[in-house]
């Protein structure tokens, strides 16, 4: 676009930059001028600005013969000499800051910044960023190596910080960056973003990314919120509240917002009206820490934006490109703005062709847990760090402890096991870096600094699932390599056994067709603990503890029941979009009596019952008087996932169903609960694993469109061994010739019957001979513990073609 030299020689308008013009201004702005020029039009709200040109900050070098004094400074520099690059990184920026800017430079930025206020006679608040022209590369983030100064008022103030943005080239941590990276002190240049302040002080802020951080997984838009301006989510100075949402049906329409978790947020940055700071932090009130920062219309629109601008960049690109985004609303008009998006750096770039899994062999004692950054485990001696003045201390393979970190800990954190901080989220400074660094990290544990001391012997392991822990003791540690690059796809289905959904989007890697078996119980009793009669009875409770316990848990929730729904529908989402479009067959809930009792509340629920193994479960609960609202609950939160968040690859099983009729009333339940088979192609399945279920197996298929043989308790029942007896445990085999007579039955009248057959017990992840057996007989699908996935594959791709006509 065309502009007047001679007027604007060193300063171009966001709308006539984009990201060709990185040389020129920068990653940072070269990206802000693309989206305001580009994404606009479509709906992306971005805040108005200029950019001051890398040109700019090499006239002011020469102007004030800096460059020969900087090389000077900085030749035969060794980063990992913390002190020396300390000495040499304050020279280096004391000699910028004590040179003033050419005149001609500094009258074009008032003149810009004069055109940008709309009131003169009323000093615009700008944020004024800096933008490297090595910055925000598809290889390098560059994230957080110069400064940004918020609040900015007025022309003096303006032409102070853009002086400071051109010294924080210089940081420690910048000069560090650049020497390990590779980069040229002299060929990267420095622009500067000058850009309208949105006045989320008053509202809330945040980042976001078109991936998932941890595992790479694409589908899904990770948004972490917190009040006030949003330099406290990216330093690590708050745990922040977190938003996961999928990205194939919010294109659809709908509202899959797959998690919420909300952080303590115990800090907000805001402006500092007096005195000589520009922002101040100030103590949030305990009940808003509590509730979450932005109501799920913002998470949607904000997620809906990630989509546009990943798509925007990938199509400019030409491959695909997951970004990583500042966003902020602002508190006086509601409206929410993007303030800044580059190209994601660590997952993005990351091409498999193994997988390496870390496991524990042991697990000692739990000394603290937070969010874990990465999928690794590290061990070693605990050094707990209170400020980057006795960074001097730390040593090679110790692990760093600490409140939180900032860019200017980068040149040491290289050195750690691991890292472990009281605050942040998995959008922090410190999970950041250690991403790249592929560094394990716990943040956010709160209390770590206070819980360990120095020399302590500890193992950190972000290894099983999204909470980190942190154990006493040096640990031992299991590395397996999982190579897929040549690993073809057998003719029976190889599905997952999935408990967690804090795994499923890392175990969704695992070549594989889907889940086989999802099991609510482990939603239930992680993540709502509460029996669901006390959440439906909650008004009638006269237990002060009861009550008292689920006021903690589901704190914010006038409606207790909901929070069962949210919880159960969000963990059974999380499974189903990590899989999707591939099914996704979740087993409605099979507790036995004394496993709900020992939900909270549930004692007052649950009979006792001498045998609860085949007493009152499964089947037999959904349409009993003593637990048919608890099961509207359920139906609920399914019918909220596959209609609400559109999974519609989500199929339904019951379990432990022993007759004919008990089927046809579990399915009028379910129809009465909005779940009806058929309706939204909506499949719904039947446990095989009561004799009933195979000697009929031809009038249950009248009744379900598939079963899914329970290897377990099908073995109990054949060999009549109650499974949870030590005393005749030696018995219980599903190899036995009469289980295995019974398997092939139900194989082969499945078949007869036109329905699928798969199994999702544990014998055959635990027995190759059994999984033969199974591919011999020809069923569908086998559905596997995560583990075994790829041993197991390779034997049955064997067993297949030994089948095969010579």
């Known amino acids: 676009m065309a502009y007047d030299t001679a007027e604007s020689r060193f300063i171009r308008r966001f709308d006539q930059i984009g990201i060709e013009d990185v040389p020129l201004v920068g990653g940072k702005n070269a990206s802000l001028g693309e989206m305001y020029r580009e994404l606009t039009p479509k709906g992306v709200r971005v805040p108005d600005g200029f950019a001051v040109t890398a040109e700019a900050y090499h006239h002011f070098l020469r102007e004030a013969g800096l460059e020969k004094q900087l090389r000077e400074i900085l030749g035969g520099l060794e980063t990992r000499d913390l002190d020396d690059l300390a000495r040499r990184g304050q020279r280096a920026r004391q000699a910028i800051l004590s040179a003033g800017l050419p005149g001609d430079l500094g009258r074009e930025i008032v003149a810009a910044y004069a055109r940008l206020s709309e009131d003169k006679s009323v000093p615009l608040d700008v944020a004024v960023r800096s933008s490297a022209?090595?910055?925000?590369?598809?290889?390098?983030?560059?994230?957080?190596?110069?400064?940004?100064?918020?609040?900015?008022?007025?022309?003096?103030?303006?032409?102070?910080?853009?002086?400071?943005?051109?010294?924080?080239?210089?940081?420690?941590?910048?000069?560090?960056?650049?020497?390990?990276?590779?980069?040229?002190?002299?060929?990267?240049?420095?622009?500067?973003?000058?850009?309208?302040?949105?006045?989320?002080?008053?509202?809330?802020?945040?980042?976001?990314?078109?991936?998932?951080?941890?595992?790479?997984?694409?589908?899904?838009?990770?948004?972490?919120?917190?009040?006030?301006?949003?330099?406290?989510?990216?330093?690590?100075?708050?745990?922040?509240?977190?938003?996961?949402?999928?990205?194939?049906?919010?294109?659809?329409?709908?509202?899959?917002?797959?998690?919420?978790?909300?952080?303590?947020?115990?800090?907000?940055?805001?402006?500092?009206?007096?005195?000589?700071?520009?922002?101040?932090?100030?103590?949030?009130?305990?009940?808003?820490?509590?509730?979450?920062?932005?109501?799920?219309?913002?998470?949607?629109?904000?997620?809906?934006?990630?989509?546009?601008?990943?798509?925007?960049?990938?199509?400019?690109?030409?491959?695909?490109?997951?970004?990583?985004?500042?966003?902020?609303?602002?508190?006086?008009?509601?409206?929410?703005?993007?303030?800044?998006?580059?190209?994601?750096?660590?997952?993005?770039l990351s091409r498999p062709e193994a997988f390496e899994v870390y496991s524990l062999k042991s697990r000692g004692p739990l000394l603290v847990s937070g969010r874990s950054v990465g999928e690794k485990i590290g061990r070693g001696p605990v050094r707990v760090v209170k400020s980057i003045h006795d960074l001097h201390e730390f040593r090679d393979g110790e692990v760093l402890v600490t409140d939180k970190t900032d860019p200017d800990w980068e040149p040491m954190m290289k050195k750690a096991a691991a890292i472990v901080t009281d605050r942040g989220g998995r959008t922090c400074h410190a999970a950041i870096v250690s991403r790249e660094l592929g560094l394990p990290a716990v943040v956010g544990t709160l209390r770590g600094t206070e819980l360990l001391h120095d020399g302590q012997a500890v193992t950190v392991s972000c290894a099983e699932g999204e909470t980190g822990f942190v154990y006493e003791g040096l640990l031992d540690i299991e590395v397996h390599r999982m190579d897929v690059r040549d690993l073809r796809r057998p003719q029976t289905k190889i599905m997952l056994n999935i408990a967690n959904p804090e795994e499923a989007f890392r175990q969704s890697f695992i070549p594989n067709d889907g889940v086989g078996l999802a099991r609510e119980e482990f939603i239930i009793s992680t993540y709502i603990k509460v029996h669901p009669?006390?959440?439906?009875?909650?008004?009638?409770?006269?237990?002060?503890?009861?009550?008292?316990?689920?006021?903690?848990?589901?704190?914010?929730?006038?409606?207790?029941?909901?929070?069962?729904?949210?919880?159960?529908?969000?963990?059974?989402?999380?499974?189903?979009?990590?899989?999707?479009?591939?099914?996704?067959?979740?087993?409605?809930?099979?507790?036995?009596?004394?496993?709900?009792?020992?939900?909270?509340?549930?004692?007052?629920?649950?009979?006792?019952?001498?045998?609860?193994?085949?007493?009152?479960?499964?089947?037999?609960?959904?349409?009993?008087?003593?637990?048919?609202?608890?099961?509207?609950?359920?139906?609920?939160?399914?019918?909220?996932?596959?209609?609400?968040?559109?999974?519609?690859?989500?199929?339904?099983?019951?379990?432990?169903?022993?007759?004919?009729?008990?089927?046809?009333?579990?399915?009028?339940?379910?129809?009465?609960?909005?779940?009806?088979?058929?309706?939204?192609?909506?499949?719904?399945?039947?446990?095989?694993?009561?004799?009933?279920?195979?000697?009929?197996?031809?009038?249950?298929?009248?009744?379900?469109?598939?079963?899914?043989?329970?290897?377990?308790?099908?073995?109990?029942?054949?060999?009549?061994?109650?499974?949870?007896?030590?005393?005749?445990?030696?018995?219980?085999?599903?190899?036995?010739?009469?289980?295995?007579?019974?398997?092939?039955?139900?194989?082969?009248?499945?078949?007869?019957?036109?329905?699928?057959?798969?199994?999702?017990?544990?014998?055959?992840?635990?027995?190759?001979?059994?999984?033969?057996?199974?591919?011999?007989?020809?069923?569908?699908?086998?559905?596997?513990?995560?583990?075994?996935?790829l041993r197991t594959t390779l034997s049955i791709l064997q067993f297949e073609a030994a089948l095969q006509p010579p």
């Open 133 to 348: 022209t090595a910055e925000d590369l598809p290889d390098a983030s560059f994230a957080g190596q110069q400064e940004t100064y918020l609040n900015v008022q007025g022309t003096q103030a303006l032409l102070d910080a853009c002086r400071r943005c051109f010294a924080s080239l210089y940081t420690d941590r910048a000069i560090s960056y650049r020497t390990n990276k590779g980069f040229d002190h002299f060929t990267v240049g420095l622009s500067i973003g000058v850009q309208r302040m949105i006045r989320s002080d008053l509202a809330s802020s945040g980042v976001m990314f078109s991936l998932d951080t941890e595992t790479g997984f694409r589908d899904v838009v990770l948004i972490n919120a917190s009040y006030g301006l949003g330099e406290n989510i990216v330093q690590g100075s708050v745990n922040p509240d977190e938003y996961y949402v999928f990205k194939p049906t919010l294109r659809q329409g709908h509202r899959p917002i797959l998690q919420k978790r909300v952080g303590t947020k115990e800090f907000k940055l805001v402006y500092d009206q007096g005195g000589g700071r520009m922002t101040k932090n100030v103590p949030v009130p305990p009940e808003d820490r509590s509730r979450f920062a932005i109501g799920d219309d913002d998470v949607l629109a904000l997620a809906l934006w990630a989509c546009l601008i990943e798509d925007h960049y990938s199509a400019r690109r030409g491959r695909p490109t997951p970004m990583d985004i500042e966003w902020a609303k602002d508190g006086r008009t509601g409206e929410l703005f993007i303030v800044q998006a580059r190209p994601e750096t660590v997952q993005s």
């Open 533 to 789: 009669m006390a959440l439906v009875d909650y008004e009638r409770l006269d237990d002060p503890a009861v009550r008292s316990e689920i006021d903690r848990l589901a704190a914010g929730y006038d409606d207790k029941a909901q929070f069962f729904v949210d919880k159960l529908a969000q963990g059974v989402a999380t499974i189903a979009a990590a899989f999707y479009p591939k099914d996704v067959i979740v087993r409605l809930s099979d507790f036995k009596t004394n496993e709900y009792a020992n939900l909270i509340g549930g004692a007052a629920y649950e009979p006792s019952e001498e045998n609860p193994m085949l007493g009152f479960r499964g089947a037999s609960r959904y349409y009993s008087p003593r637990y048919r609202a608890g099961f509207a609950l359920e139906c609920r939160a399914m019918k909220r996932v596959r209609e609400e968040m559109g999974l519609t690859n989500l199929k339904l099983m019951v379990p432990f169903c022993r007759t004919v009729d008990e089927g046809r009333l579990v399915l009028a339940e379910m129809a009465a609960n909005g779940l009806r088979r058929g309706e939204g192609g909506l499949e719904v399945y039947v446990m095989c694993e009561i004799p009933s279920n195979v000697i009929l197996a031809e009038q249950f298929a009248e009744v379900f469109d598939g079963f899914s043989i329970g290897s377990n308790d099908l073995t109990q029942l054949v060999l009549g061994v109650d499974r949870d007896s030590e005393i005749v445990a030696p018995i219980f085999n599903e190899r036995d010739p009469a289980v295995t007579a019974m398997i092939a039955d139900a194989i082969a009248r499945a078949k007869a019957a036109g329905r699928k057959i798969g199994i999702c017990g544990q014998a055959p992840s635990d027995y190759l001979e059994f999984a033969r057996f199974l591919v011999e007989r020809r069923i569908d699908s086998i559905s596997l513990n995560p583990d075994t996935v």
